[in-house]
């Protein structure tokens, strides 16, 4: 502040009496007039029907004493499939520079008007015969990094034959008190399948999981044989940093009367719900590529296999696995290793998405469920990463492919492609004008824009 403002704030009669300044009275004021401010800004916000119809980019209002007519405005018309795939097959060398374009915003105002589902069976069934076919399990996790950045498991599958295959993601529902369901349950998921074509670097959007049966997402159809990515997505619109920090923080160990260390009744029961995140094949018992993950994700390193023996000689194991015992054991040994003091197992459970409370906040488990009728498909999980480009380039095909598009007004060359569910919209913008103008080196890549719009909006 100037010297002028510091003046302005301490001679106002609120807060200034007898020439003394009363601090407490300051800080009243200055939080009902912060409120004051919030409580306009939201209004006029409500109120101005133009800012809420600001899709992309920042709306410029034009002259009153401009006659609109002056401006052309093509109508708006459905572009045909086969003019897209020009651009489809040039979206592997665009994508690359989507986060540098979203720095930037342009002085362009689109409204979407929403009609029916472009698809009219949006409802996920599953096939007549499902019982008579092979079936495969994979749970994994997203997790919420400090950034707001999303990462997530990614997985190989490999299908032997031609097969109709039925695919499903859904929210991993964990021990939870009877009758409150689990809050991540209402965070969105999706799934996206690429085929593998000669090298990692060159994969082919196959198909996502478009369908919705209450929490679950999936697709049914043919793949041939092959091996195939699958990438998980969360648009991030339920996943999200905690605003109100957790004051009470929940007591991990204790000790006995006789001073021997022990983990409390709720540690427990929060380690025995990482076990089960991590338990990604589901057998109940932890490999060594299972704990590497859980590794990477709290410490940042891998363990070896000589580290992985001695794992085997001190904690209960089955079959050269963890077991979920082990895995306590493990944990408990940390904690005696430092006498007590909680802070490294605090640390693990931050990695994993736990507050103060033990309450998982910020990430959502999941679990993948994949059936084919000819063979028994193979999945294995590879990575834990953000998605990168190889998500955002299908995410822009898949809308190229199913969505419909529309010329944005007063801009001949800019479309428009939209694809909505009755759970969500995607659109997908495309410029398809060659000339050096500043426009088009701005969206000279898609530009990607997911709304959910989920069941319950009032959360969002």
């Known amino acids: 502040m100037t010297r002028e403002e510091v003046n302005a704030v301490t001679s106002l009669a609120d807060v200034n009496a007898d020439g003394k300044f009363d601090y407490i009275k300051f800080c009243k004021l200055y939080v009902t007039t912060n409120e004051q401010c919030l409580k306009t800004t939201v209004e006029k916000l409500e109120v101005d029907s133009k800012l809420r119809r600001q899709q992309f980019g920042n709306h410029i209002e034009e002259p009153p004493e401009r006659d609109p007519s002056s401006v052309p405005k093509p109508s708006p018309r459905i572009i045909r499939k086969a003019e ?17 374009t979203r720095k930037f915003k342009t002085s362009i105002s689109f409204t979407i008007t929403m009609g029916a589902n472009s698809n009219r069976n949006s409802k996920l069934t599953e096939p007549n015969s499902i019982k008579e076919w092979q079936c495969v399990q994979s749970k994994g996790c997203f997790f919420l990094e400090e950034d707001g950045e999303i990462i997530s498991h990614q997985y190989r599958m490999q299908i ?4 109709m295959v039925y695919l499903t993601i859904k929210p ?10 689990s809050p991540w349950l209402s965070i969105d998921t999706a799934l996206y399948i690429l085929k593998e074509n000669e090298s990692q670097a060159n994969l082919q959007l196959m198909c996502f999981t478009e369908l919705r049966n209450r929490e679950v997402f999936g697709w049914t159809g043919e793949l041939g044989p092959g091996i195939y990515w699958l990438i998980p997505s969360t648009t991030g619109c339920r996943l999200r940093k ?6 009470e923080e929940a007591q991990l160990v204790y000790r006995d009367e006789t001073g021997e260390l022990f983990l409390t009744k709720e540690f427990r029961s929060t380690l025995s719900d990482i076990f089960e995140v991590i338990d990604l094949d589901g057998n109940g018992l932890l490999s060594l590529e299972e704990y590497n993950f859980f590794e990477l994700r709290t410490s940042g390193e891998k363990c070896d296999e000589d580290a992985w023996a001695v794992c085997r000689d001190n904690f209960d194991t089955k079959k050269n696995e963890l077991t979920r015992q082990g895995f306590m054991d493990l944990n408990l040994m940390e904690a005696n290793d430092r006498e007590g003091d909680p802070r490294d197992l605090w640390v693990t459970l931050h990695s994993m998405g736990y507050n103060k409370a033990l309450e998982l906040t910020e990430a959502c488990p999941f679990v993948i469920d994949i059936y084919a009728d000819k063979c ?3 999945i294995k999980a590879v990575h834990m990463e953000a998605c990168s480009g190889q998500l955002e380039k299908a995410i822009c095909k898949s809308v190229l492919n199913k969505g419909d598009a529309r ?3 007063g801009y001949e060359n800019i479309i428009v492609h939209t694809y909505k569910r009755d759970t969500w919209i995607t659109s997908v913008i495309e410029n398809k004008n060659p000339a050096n103008t500043s426009f088009t080196r701005l969206t000279k890549c898609f530009v990607i824009i997911i709304l959910f719009v989920l069941l319950k909006t009032s959360n969002l």
């Open 84 to 100: 897209q795939e020009t651009f489809s097959n040039k979206g592997d060398t665009r994508s690359s520079s989507l986060a540098t």
């Open 376 to 378: 028994k498909p193979r």
């Open 242 to 247: 905690e605003i109100k920090p957790v004051t």
């Open 407 to 409: 010329v944005m007004d």
């Open 160 to 163: 032997a034959q031609r097969s």
């Open 172 to 181: 991993l529902n964990l021990s939870q008190v009877e009758g409150k369901p």
